[in-house]
């Protein structure tokens, strides 16, 4: 069989996505490629959209079914799956009893936090697991570069802590509890804020090229680690796909702030959204004066303005 692309047509592309389990008009579209990723994905081939021998191979022994769309709750894609913006999500969840499952909710907001932490994302989930805390948890982990050393083993891959439909406390006290019960997190792994230039909370050392200077001071702090390249590029990834899948406009709320105020005051503490009278979009900071995240990196700042 030839290598197949889209914009391909023709009986080879019939014979795909009839393997697939798709609709076979074939024509090689937005929706067929969306299909081959994700059986590239399970299969541990290049998440590239084309169709080449070693896809193939595979494809031509797959016992085919009847039905017309692939299950993504299916056994299938249990450690991972790929939303419409190209982002891979792995699963690593959290021990039942960890989160709880939410009734009469819809999420409203979507929060940006950073860990305070190290690189890894799956450690992290595994320290929430092991906690005295409670159920404190984002749905979803962001992995990063690491601080000492500048390892990007983890940078960009996101992580799903819980199923959709549950809910972890990512936000502590706010005016609203009606805000935590619907909103959706992100932690970003990151250490945060740095003291004598290059020196984390926990007197760790940061490299050079980990390190990024504000034009000001944000939360008495002009010096930061920094939230890399992959990272702004999976938040977007993720913020476009969270406001998708839970109809949340994240055009809203700290966008807004930037435009009125500035990066600074934008990221800063805004009682209105303290008491959740502002949906959309939100960081850590606009509803806590105690917490340091996240901070007004101006790549994170552009990426914002470009929703």
Request: net charge negative; hydrophobic share 30%.
């Amino acid at each position: 069989m030839k290598q197949l692309k889209i914009r391909d047509q023709g009986p080879d592309v019939v014979t795909l996505q009839t393997k697939l389990g798709i609709t076979a008009d074939g024509i090689f579209g937005p929706n067929t490629e969306k299909h081959v990723k994700r059986f590239q994905l399970a299969h541990n081939l290049p998440v590239d959209g084309i169709v080449t021998n070693d896809a193939w191979v595979i494809l031509l022994n797959l016992q085919v079914s009847e039905p017309d769309e692939i299950d993504e709750d299916s056994d299938i894609y249990a450690q991972h799956y790929l939303t419409n913006y190209d982002q891979i999500i792995h699963r690593h969840f959290l021990p039942k009893g960890e989160y709880v499952r939410r009734t009469n909710c819809i999420n409203e907001y979507v929060f940006l936090h950073h860990t305070a932490g190290n690189a890894n994302p799956y450690a992290c989930i595994d320290y929430w697991g092991r906690d005295t805390r409670g159920r404190v948890a984002t749905e979803f982990v962001l992995g990063g570069q690491n601080h000492r050393t500048g390892s990007d083993e983890y940078d960009g891959i996101m992580v799903q802590a819980f199923p959709e439909g549950n809910q972890g406390f990512h936000l502590g006290k706010t005016g609203s509890g009606h805000m935590n019960r619907n909103s959706v997190g992100l932690e970003i792994c990151n250490m945060g804020y740095l003291t004598n230039g290059n020196l984390t909370y926990v007197k760790s050392r940061c490299i050079h090229s980990q390190i990024i200077e504000l034009k000001e001071p944000f939360r008495g702090s002009l010096y930061w680690h920094n939230y890399s390249e992959n990272q702004i590029k999976e938040t977007e990834k993720w913020l476009r796909y969270i406001g998708e899948r839970d109809g949340i406009d994240i055009r809203l709320g700290l966008k807004q702030f930037i435009q009125k105020h500035g990066p600074t005051k934008g990221f800063d503490f805004n009682s209105d959204a303290y008491y959740g009278k502002v949906k959309g979009l939100l960081t850590h900071t606009n509803v806590r004066k105690d917490k340091t995240d996240c901070y007004p990196h101006p790549d994170l700042v552009d990426m914002i303005m470009s929703l």
